[in-house]
């Protein structure tokens, strides 16, 4: 039984789909998801306070859903964990940039 949260769900019910770097990260992705209508569970919350003096898959913050749920939760965060794009060349400066800038860090031009 996972005792962590209230009503009777076992670990078959329920499957590890992430586990998170960080609450930050954890807390974002557990709100895509119910905002996606799947319900999701944090595990391991308690053990982010031994960060440093526990081993770090100790200290992981997991994500857990629902079984039912599993396929579609995987593919959404599959999306999060892909690129943002392809690295773009500024046209005024040739300087290449990642996807993620609108404009050249170099000489500030628009993409």
């Known amino acids: 039984m996972l005792s962590y949260w209230s009503g009777a769900v076992t670990e078959n019910e329920w499957l590890k789909v992430y586990a998170a ?24 919350e308690g053990l982010v306070a031994g960060a440093g003096e526990l081993p770090p898959a100790e200290t992981e913050v997991a994500l857990w859903v629902n079984v039912e749920n599993f396929t579609q939760a995987r593919k959404a965060l599959e999306n999060f964990e892909a690129p943002a794009g392809k690295p773009w060349r500024c046209n005024a400066c040739a300087e290449q940039n990642e996807a993620s800038f609108e404009f050249c860090w170099n000489c500030q031009h628009s993409a």
């Open 21 to 44: 770097s960080d609450m930050l990260e954890a807390y974002n992705l557990k709100g895509m998801l119910q905002a996606m209508g799947i319900e999701t569970h944090l595990k391991g």
